[in-house]
């Protein structure tokens, strides 16, 4: 079980990914969706070290 799904309504939601874009795009869009799910998390850890930073040196 994946974020609340199960198996069922992941082969769903491939299924009609791969209807939608094409079996060529796919690799595409999973390659651009792991980037951008990195810089995000880049992003988080970043503004989560800028606001303990300034709490740490008061202390």
Same mark, same amino acid.
Request: proline content about 3%; hydrophobic content about 45%; overall charge positive.
């Given at each position: 079980m994946i974020g609340g799904l199960g198996l069922t309504e /992941?082969? +769903?939601?491939?299924?009609?990914? /791969?209807? +939608?874009?094409g079996a060529a795009r796919i690799p595409e869009i999973?390659?651009?969706?792991?980037?951008?799910?990195?810089e995000f998390k880049k992003a988080g850890?970043?503004?989560s070290g800028e606001i303990k930073?300034?709490?740490?040196?008061?202390?």
């Amino acid at each position: 079980m994946i974020g609340g799904l199960g198996l069922t309504e /992941l082969i +769903v939601i491939f299924g009609i990914a /791969l209807l +939608v874009f094409g079996a060529a795009r796919i690799p595409e869009i999973a390659r651009s969706l792991g980037k951008s799910i990195k810089e995000f998390k880049k992003a988080g850890q970043e503004i989560s070290g800028e606001i303990k930073e300034p709490t740490n040196d008061k202390g």
